[in-house]
């Protein structure tokens, strides 16, 4: 949302092809007039068009179901994406893998250049996850190895996933990382020297790619004097509630918030959590979009991460690495318990955040890979992208 806002001001016409607002268990999670309605066109809060296609309501968080739901989606997109004024390219983006091949057909119905914006590693995620396994490869990985492959322009948001694909034959890769607009996120000042009860705080997705039972069962190793709270949804948030109430872990779970309530948690935080699961090989390539926040805003980040997103967090001076265990995570937030100082995170993580992943900067990068693809000369002063 917040590129669109910088394509906007540069000039840039916006079509964006867009489901109907909704969670993954199929609940619109906006009053309709937001959310929108099937193939209906909406103007966007930056002036984009927004245009609407149906989904799959009803079919619960499962991965299957959520593909379900992006292949409905997806294919509704095709004669969606064909209204309007022909854009000067197409920018597909996964994780919602459907959309890849969406793209793919729109770029060579309408015969406009294809950017392919992977947010994911797909799809080595795709077998670390188990989601195709075996030797041989599945359709899953074939179809997004054809679609990279024949991309006029690959986005990531790692270099370590960029290096990935240039050794297997892809092109014309750049990479342009997650980010946020810095000026909207305060710089905190630091937890108290002494408190009673030490909080930790994890915001985001609830599902196998964070472990989050890790969390639980170190926070049922530590007991009385911390307490852990887990902010969001997700496909194992009901087994980690069952879980919580096994260990009889001191965990509070809160559906995701938004604006000030974020910011309210942060502040009550001792240390903020990125976590990702430290057996899945893609994950080395992956960087935890909430890594930004975390380090802009000025908590001590509690990291369970391997890769590019250890090295981002060492290089910044955000927090502390740790092992994907509950062990070596209560032994750490033991540690800090001990040592409060140790939470007073500097300025140093939100700096490395302006030079590296604020909005605005991002943005200029991102609008001159794609001038560069469409113009193959200087930033152009208008375009118009879909």
């Known amino acids: 949302m917040t590129l669109t806002r910088e394509f906007r001001r540069a000039g840039c016409e916006v079509d964006v092809v867009a489901p ?24 966007g809060p930056y002036g984009e068009t927004i245009r609407r296609v149906p989904y799959m309501r009803h079919l619960g968080t499962s991965s299957l179901a959520r593909f379900v739901d992006q292949f409905f989606s997806a294919v509704m997109s095709v004669p969606v994406g064909l209204r309007g004024r022909r854009p000067d390219a197409i920018l597909a983006t996964a994780p919602s893998l459907p959309t890849l091949a969406t793209g793919f057909a729109l770029s060579r119905i309408r015969r406009v250049p294809l950017i392919v914006e992977m947010r994911d590693a797909w799809p080595d995620l795709a077998r670390d996850a188990r989601i195709v396994q075996g030797s041989v490869k599945s359709v899953v990985e074939r179809v997004v190895e054809f679609v990279q492959r024949r991309a006029d322009l690959v986005v990531t948001v790692t270099e370590g996933f960029a290096t990935t694909l240039r050794e297997r034959g892809v092109k014309n890769v750049v990479t342009i990382s997650n980010g946020l607009d810095l000026k909207s996120i305060p710089f905190l000042p630091p937890p108290p020297l002494h408190r009673e009860v030490f909080h930790a705080l994890y915001l985001g997705n609830h599902g196998k790619s964070q472990r989050l039972d890790v969390l639980i069962r170190a926070s049922a190793l530590l007991g009385d004097g911390f307490h852990l709270t887990l902010v969001g949804q997700g496909s194992s948030r009901p087994q980690l509630v069952k879980l919580a109430r096994e260990l009889n872990a001191p965990v509070t779970f809160l559906p995701p918030l938004q604006g000030p309530a974020v910011i309210e948690k942060y502040r009550e935080a001792d240390t903020c959590i990125v976590s990702l699961r430290d057996d899945w090989k893609s994950f080395e390539t992956t960087v935890p979009s909430k890594t930004y926040e975390v380090l802009a805003i000025g908590r001590h980040v509690t990291a369970i991460v391997k890769g590019e997103a ?14 994907a265990n509950p062990e070596a995570v209560a032994h750490l937030w033991r540690e800090l318990a001990a040592n409060r100082s140790r939470l007073a995170a500097s300025t140093s993580g939100r700096e490395w955040v302006r030079e590296n992943a604020d909005y605005p900067n991002l943005a200029v990068r991102y609008m001159e890979a794609i ?4 113009h193959r000369d200087a930033l152009a002063p208008e375009g118009r992208v879909s």
Request: with cysteine; charged share 20%.
């Open 20 to 43: 109907v607002a909704h969670y993954p268990n199929g609940r619109r999670n906006l009053p309709r007039r937001e959310a929108g309605v099937a193939f209906s066109i909406q103007c």
């Open 310 to 323: 250890q090295r981002i967090i060492l290089d910044a001076g955000g927090g502390d690495v740790v092992a």
């Open 371 to 374: 001038s560069v693809l469409i």
